[in-house]
């Protein structure tokens, strides 16, 4: 089983940034790639972004390409999204899902665990 806990969200104004973290515990973390997806109110859960098992090739949502950058530590075991230029439309929770694999991928069914995630939301 594997476990992941995250954490950084928080409330921001527009134009922001805020670097989510992704605390990954219980297997080799360096044999998953890894993913961020988010789910407003009323909507479905969506790709974010994603990063191999070696860091390479992150691939971003097209909303979120230029703003948003994925990275990995695999000495601690944690990934992390960072968000520059926060749009109101940004507000959702954060969730982070490993899949054992070495690519990641854009669909929910891709990944075989998931955080509980954390709230952002920014302000007009």
């Known amino acids: 089983q594997v476990q992941l806990v995250e954490s950084g969200g928080g409330l921001v104004q527009a134009g922001g940034s805020l670097r989510l973290s992704c605390a990954v515990s219980g297997r080799t973390f360096s044999n998953y790639a890894m993913g961020w997806f988010r789910q407003a109110p009323g909507k479905e859960r969506e790709f974010v972004g994603s990063?191999?098992?070696?860091?390479?090739?992150?691939i971003y949502a097209d909303s979120v390409k230029g703003r948003f950058t994925i990275s990995r530590d695999n000495a601690k075991n944690t990934i992390y999204l960072q968000m520059n230029n926060l749009k109101p439309e940004d507000t959702a929770v954060y969730y982070c899902?490993?899949?054992?694999?070495?690519?990641?991928?854009?669909?929910?069914?891709?990944?075989?665990?998931w955080g509980q995630g954390t709230q952002v939301t920014v302000s007009s």
């Open positions: 990063i191999s098992r070696t860091g390479s090739t992150p």
């Open positions: 899902a490993a899949r054992n694999g070495y690519y990641g991928g854009r669909t929910r069914e891709l990944y075989d665990f």
